[in-house]
């Protein structure tokens, strides 16, 4: 069994920063692709950005100059730096992961959310 454990998430005011955290627990053959996903009040579940297993990097538009994902593949872990944070990017963040267990059987895992909330 994988789970993903998410840390980061705070109060801050327009223009702040702020570094998400997600470490793949459990059984894992292999991490692939991983992500950030995020979901606002009243609205659906977005793509923020995505992490490939060779480190090759892709950030939605309204991400662009002010986010950089990262991961480190000995912890199994990837980050969300969030520079020059927006209202607009309050939302819920999730952590996405694509992954093998050791029996070779592929799996995609979801964390639990963890809140940004970006207000003076």
């Known amino acids: 069994q994988v789970r993903l454990v998410e840390s980061g998430g705070d109060l801050v005011q327009p223009g702040g920063s702020l570094r998400l955290s997600c470490v793949a627990l459990g059984s894992i053959r292999s991490i692939n692709a991983m992500g950030w996903y995020r979901q606002a009040p009243g609205k659906e579940r977005e793509l923020v950005a995505t992490i490939a297993s060779d480190s090759t990097t892709d950030h939605v538009d309204s991400a662009k100059g002010r986010f950089t994902i990262s991961r480190d593949n000995a912890k199994n872990a990837v980050y969300l730096q969030m520079n020059n944070l927006k209202p607009e990017d309050t939302a819920v963040y999730y952590c996405?992961?694509?992954?093998?267990?050791?029996?070779?059987?592929?799996?995609?895992?979801w964390g639990q959310g963890t809140l940004v909330t970006v207000s003076s």
């Open positions: 996405n992961v694509r992954l093998f267990t050791p029996t070779l059987r592929r799996l995609e895992v």
